[in-house]
């Protein structure tokens, strides 16, 4: 049945104000949708490879990117589509060289001019990108597209009052209806620019606002009932009598666990930076690959491994590790860092269970404001936009590690995140060493690679990336004492939720 173009272009619409409103699971369905019906359409490949990046599903946004430009060479909006997705996957100098050839042939469009800012950024050149929009900024008429590059130039290069006063007065003149895809990322920018400046206050007002643009629903209770279905569906025996092949004895994955914000991003950095590792970032792998095999999704994806019997076990582990080779090369060792470890933790141990698993430990109060200020999905991850909810959150993540700690038959080893930052060189050489790799220097000094420009797409980038290419240091120890009146209701929803 032939497609009908106008229905199409309508649903593309819908799309696109899904993407721009922060929606972007949504909107990734609906572009998926059209492409069915037409596999060749330019505007369903840039949506679904955008809302793509946004869901972390990076080699599907790549291939989505990659075609739109096969199929429109020429199309400003299909390069500067491929350069914000190479960003994505750490690869810059190939981001730059497509927003500068979209540049040449879309001058003046707002968007081509914002992604090409956005590489200046990335590729760490903050003084010409704010140099570039300098007198802009000073006339109070940056575009929303460009808004946000130039704070955070200013930001990088510590003129905090600069980066204040351009992202207020774009706030105060455009702010009204503008979709979340700019105001969020901007009062993020300016709630960091105000807590540099040591304006607390002011900087809570910021991070409030960010957080109340797309409101999203945490249930508390539903998730606590899913924690004690996983504690129950992996009890310690679970493993016992399992058949050994060469794939359940693999030790190239690295698994890294922890809340957002805790260090895991800095511990993948330090194990990657080993010449026989590589640091393989926000991979979703695991959960494709066993939802591929299982046919489910979501929490579901545990629950059915932990029933799974040794073929299909193999079956996973086979394919895992052949696509963690394909991101990774031929390592001793990859990094594997996710959102969605800690309740996979136990798949872990049925399907390697010798491979390392190494848990972060940092302050809980520092981890809460540090998730509560930064940039998640707030309808995936709606409970990072209230402390009370990041309090339960994090009660809950607690009881799970420490059953993770207790059980699963790998090499386990706990990092805390303080000894790391004040002591790394005790400390790295325990992380390596719990790897089963010889200590390399260079896992002391993880952001030179991070910042060699030879070596990009080395680490894939997460919200932790300007800090991560800075030496190993302190700066984030503390950060929740300058947030003492907010702290009360973390404190709540994280007593309200914990046991024993």
């Known amino acids: 049945m032939a497609f009908n173009p106008r229905k199409l272009d309508a649903i593309l619409q819908q799309a696109a104000a899904l993407y721009e409103g922060g929606q972007s699971g949504q909107a990734r369905q609906l572009a998926s949708d059209v492409l069915k019906k037409d596999p060749r359409n330019i505007g369903g490949l840039r949506i679904f490879a955008l809302a793509s990046t946004n869901s972390m599903q990076w080699p599907e946004a790549i291939k989505a990117a990659e075609k739109a430009v096969k199929l429109a060479p020429r199309d400003a909006g299909s390069l500067t589509t491929l350069a914000t997705v190479l960003i994505a996957g750490g690869r810059f100098a190939e981001a730059m060289s497509k927003a500068r050839t979209a540049r040449k ?86 709630g960091r620019s105000l807590e540099k400046a040591g304006r607390y206050p002011e900087a809570v007002d910021a991070y409030e606002r960010m957080n109340a643009v797309v409101p999203g629903t945490f249930d508390v209770a539903e998730a606590d009932r899913l924690i004690d279905g996983l504690i129950a569906a992996y009890p310690a025996d679970l493993h016992d009598g399992r058949k050994s092949t060469a794939n359940s004895e693999s030790r190239l994955p690295v698994f890294i666990v922890g809340l957002p914000r805790s260090g895991t991003s800095l511990l993948e950095r330090v194990v990657g930076a080993h010449p026989d590792a590589h640091g393989a970032g926000e991979t979703g792998l695991l959960d494709e690959v066993v939802s591929k095999h299982l046919g489910v999704q979501g929490p579901e994806v545990a629950f059915r491994t932990a029933a799974a019997d040794d073929t299909m076990l193999e079956r996973i ?24 470890l800690p309740r996979q933790a136990g798949m872990i141990g049925l399907l390697f269970p010798k491979s390392t698993v190494l848990f972060t430990d940092r302050n809980l109060e520092d981890t809460a404001i540090s998730i509560w200020a930064n940039l998640f999905d707030p309808v995936s991850m709606a409970w990072t936009t209230q402390l009370d909810w990041i309090g339960a959150f994090s009660a809950m993540h607690l009881r799970l590690v420490d059953h993770w700690t207790r059980t699963l038959p790998n090499p386990t080893e706990v990092i805390d995140y303080r000894s790391l930052a004040k002591d790394p060189d005790s400390t790295v050489p325990k992380i390596i060493e719990a790897c089963g790799l010889p200590f390399d220097e260079a896992c002391l000094h993880p952001e030179r690679l991070a910042t060699d420009t030879k070596k990009s797409g080395r680490f894939v980038p997460t919200l932790s990336e300007q800090q991560l290419r800075r030496p190993i240091n302190t700066s984030a120890i503390g950060r929740a004492e300058a947030f003492e009146s907010r702290l009360g209701a973390f404190r709540r929803g994280f007593d309200s939720t914990r046991r024993g």
């Open 105 to 190: 042939i879309a001058p003046n469009d707002s968007r081509t001019q914002g992604t090409y800012l956005e590489c200046l950024i990335w590729t760490g050149e903050f003084e010409a990108c704010r140099e570039l929009l300098e007198e802009r900024a000073a006339a109070r008429r940056l575009a929303p597209g460009t808004v946000a590059s130039y704070v955070n130039a200013c930001f990088e290069t510590a003129r905090y009052d600069e980066a204040i006063d351009a992202a207020n007065a774009f706030l105060e003149d455009h702010g009204k209806g503008q979709p979340a895809l700019v105001t969020r990322p901007l009062l993020s920018l300016l």
């Open 317 to 340: 582990r086979a394919d895992y590790l052949r696509g963690l080779q394909a991101i990774g090369g031929r390592r001793e060792r990859i990094a594997n860092k996710s959102l969605m």
